[in-house]
């Protein structure tokens, strides 16, 4: 059994930075895709970045496009979300998760395609 803990999370003005991290645990974690997503109060679990196996691929939701990048240090166990310029409509819970790709360059989307999720950590931006 995999087990994903993210931390980084916290309250920031806007305009500031925070830096994501997920750890995983019991699996190799360098076999697997990983996405993030974010859910705000009411609203449904968007997807906000992801990140191919190999990490020569990554993709990104048109709303935080040239403000956040993932990345990943397959020896440490780690896959990091990059905040920039954050804005109040970032605040949500972000969760890591991770899916046994087809192969190395693939990454994913949809929230319905990950197998394993962490139990989120809750970003606010609020001045």
């Known amino acids: 059994q995999v087990q994903l803990v993210e931390s980084g999370g916290g309250l920031v003005q806007p305009g500031g930075s925070l830096r994501l991290s997920c750890a995983a645990s019991?699996?190799?974690?360098?076999?697997?895709?990983v996405g993030w997503f974010r859910q705000a109060p009411g609203k449904e679990r968007d997807f906000v970045a992801a990140?191919?196996?190999?990490?020569?691929?990554?993709n990104y939701a048109d709303s935080v496009k040239g403000r956040f990048t993932i990345s990943r240090d397959n020896a440490k166990n780690t896959v990091d979300l990059q905040m920039n310029s954050l804005k109040p409509e970032d605040t949500a819970v972000y969760y890591c998760?991770?899916?046994?790709?087809?192969?190395?360059?693939?990454?994913?989307?949809?929230?319905?395609?990950?197998?394993?999720w962490g139990q989120g950590t809750q970003v606010t931006v609020s001045s």
């Open positions: 998760a991770i899916k046994f790709p087809l192969n190395s360059n693939i990454y994913y989307s949809s929230s319905s395609q990950y197998d394993y």
């Open positions: 019991g699996r190799t974690f360098s076999m697997y895709a």
């Open positions: 990140i191919s196996r190999s990490a020569g691929n990554t």
